[in-house]
């Protein structure tokens, strides 16, 4: 869906991926409630979101957190025009994600193998096997119901194990990604170790060897307080979708004051004062973060723009 | 001095300001004194850090905070190469400056005039009268204690009191600095209100004005978390001096969590991690939070890069 939106899209319209119902419940151990999942998504869509990851296709053990993630999807798939995202971590997930109607499918691929290993168990060959059986049933899906299948080089800045990821390791992957079957390829900060003369390179070096228009998306991390940096970075090489979570919700583990994903208020406030379209109403979003604070009381909720408020005068573009 | 540092600067150098002892002292109530502020000056020159904004002569019933800024002043110049920067709101805060032997001189002019007139009680015509007052002192120093002279305008990309400051009347403050016989123009983000782009186009509009050589420096706060982002807009648009302030001391009275100035170590972490070369040592910057723990006990210190540490294999530029 990412890749037909941003096909068709004015230039100056920038899709943000809201990812706090996935990466952002994954990282606390508190279980939200389905009907607050739902309140969730339902106002993040009335603000004018467009696309959220609703959940994660994981075995229930793994994540009690997403243990619900099939109804999620049901709920979510209610509103028309939304695209209804799901990270799956391999060829078991994306049939139970295909099954419950999502209409995108992440499959992450560490460039670190070592931490591919320790998080999914598997070698990098092991994570494309899954993706070419990924992109296998993908192809078998009706027409009107095919979902669109990205993967997401994750620790493709740098790991928290083996330190520096050298660029040609993450090159390599996107273009094994997409021999695989992948429709896209995005380029995931998960341990905040990205900085914006990083981001220019690394994308433009995918770019060279995938197309530019196979990797439109950047999921990035605040740990260091660098995101919107790296978002400024990233929009300038062409990048036109973002992944945030609301009120960076789950923090980040490394750093006690931090989100840990970008905070979509922030993220949201940035593009629209610089005269970028996110079709989302800021007023309207703060607003949603009174759900998290209901739904999980006393869970630290992030986000600069909601303490500061809007400046005086400030108005949207759209 | 900033001017001179900036022509004879290779290409990939970055002036980082250290404003802390200005700008976050001046912003809480506690005193910090004279061996503390000393010992953090000491510090920060020993990590690497070639200009420090000591202190303010104003009115020590104003800001009792930086009353002994002569003193400060006094001690700095013992650190052969650290340019002994302070602001002065007048033409006699000027002179004390002068007579101390501060070696630059920064003037602020709010672009907004109600803040002008709430802030030093003198309107856009009065504060340039000092200006020209100010140069005349300059002038008359003999060349080789002269001062460098440069007027801030302040509230430049927007006002709590007025919101919206027009481009057009920056620029035409920018160029009235110039004409009262300032060295240099800076930009100040006094209300956290700037975003990239505006970053961007207002730098360019003063350029075309005044000359690029005559606006180098940028002084930004975080606010709403855009404090990186536009420094990254910033640097591509020729900028090569940033003020920022130790663990964002002082906070931001509008946004509870938020540092008020950008935190040098952030910045220092984003630019050598970027390949730039600020000549600071981050790891002994670090080291010189630990002074302001123990002078200001409970006070908060901010900053994501101290929290979550440096990235595994990470190396600095230098």
Redesign the interface.
């Known amino acids: 869906m990412a890749a037909q939106l941003s096909a068709s899209r004015p230039e100056n319209r920038i899709l943000i991926s809201e990812v706090g119902p996935r990466d952002g419940l994954q990282s606390i151990d508190r279980i939200m409630p389905l009907a607050a999942k739902c309140a969730w998504i339902d106002a993040e869509v009335a603000a004018g979101v467009t696309e959220v990851e609703v959940g994660s296709f994981v075995p229930a053990k793994l994540l009690p957190q997403l243990a619900d993630t099939a109804e999620v999807v049901a709920h979510a798939r209610t509103h028309p025009g939304l695209t209804v995202a799901v990270l799956v971590p391999n060829a078991k997930g994306a049939a139970a994600a295909i099954a419950a109607g999502a209409h995108k499918l992440t499959l992450p691929l560490s460039a670190s193998e070592t931490h591919s290993l320790k998080n999914l168990r598997r070698t990098h060959a092991q994570v494309l096997e899954e993706a070419a059986a990924i992109a296998a049933m993908v192809r078998d899906c009706p027409a009107g119901s095919r979902p669109h299948f990205e993967g997401s080089v994750s620790t493709a800045f740098?790991?928290?194990?083996?330190?520096?990821v050298p660029q040609a390791k993450v090159v390599e992957l996107a273009e094994a990604l997409m021999a695989a079957g992948c429709d896209e390829v995005g380029l995931s900060d998960t341990?905040?170790?990205a900085?914006?003369?990083?981001v220019q390179a690394l994308v433009r070096a995918v770019h060279a060897a995938i197309g530019t228009d196979k990797l439109t998306g950047l999921h990035l991390h605040?740990?260091?307080?660098?995101g919107?940096?790296n978002?400024?970075?990233g929009l300038e090489v062409g990048i036109t979708t973002f992944d945030a979570s609301l009120a960076g919700l789950g923090g980040?583990p490394?750093?006690?004051?931090?989100s840990g994903n970008i905070?979509t208020e922030?993220l949201v406030?940035?593009l629209e004062?610089?005269?970028l379209d996110t079709g989302i109403d800021i007023a309207a979003l703060l607003k949603v973060r009174d759900i998290l604070a209901a739904a999980l009381p006393g869970e630290p909720l992030?986000?600069?723009?909601p303490?500061?408020?809007l400046?005086?005068?400030f108005r949207q573009a759209a």
Request: charge should be negative.
């Open positions: 740098g790991c928290t194990l083996e330190g520096i341990t905040g170790y900085n914006p003369a990083q605040n740990t260091r307080g660098l919107l940096a978002v400024i970075a980040c490394f750093a006690p004051g931090a905070v922030d406030f940035m004062a610089m005269g992030y986000g600069f723009t303490d500061a408020g400046p005086l005068g």
